[in-house]
């Protein structure tokens, strides 16, 4: 997630729950069909982290 201020700065991060909106919450979802998206442990930490690897598409070959 990202949130900006007024001034334009933008300050990124995670959305838990329980976190307020005051205003306006704009999300925005879309299909991605040329990426797969996982979960692999991070061997430094131990953390599934999101990895995100575009298929392979013959037709753009």
């Known amino acids: 997630m990202s949130v900006s201020d007024s001034t334009g700065k933008t300050t ?11 205003t ?14 996982t979960r692999e442990t991070d061997p430094t ?3 599934k982290e999101l990895k995100v690897i575009r298929k392979e598409n013959p037709i753009r070959k």
């Not at 990124?12 to 005051?22: C, E, F, R, W």
């Not at 306006?24 to 998206?37: G, H, M, N, R």
Request: hydrophobic share 50%; proline share 4%.
């Open 12 to 22: 990124g991060g995670h959305l838990l729950a329980g976190n307020p909106v005051y």
């Open 45 to 47: 930490f131990g953390y």
């Open 24 to 37: 306006t919450a704009e999300i925005v979802l879309v299909i991605l069909k040329d990426f797969e998206f």
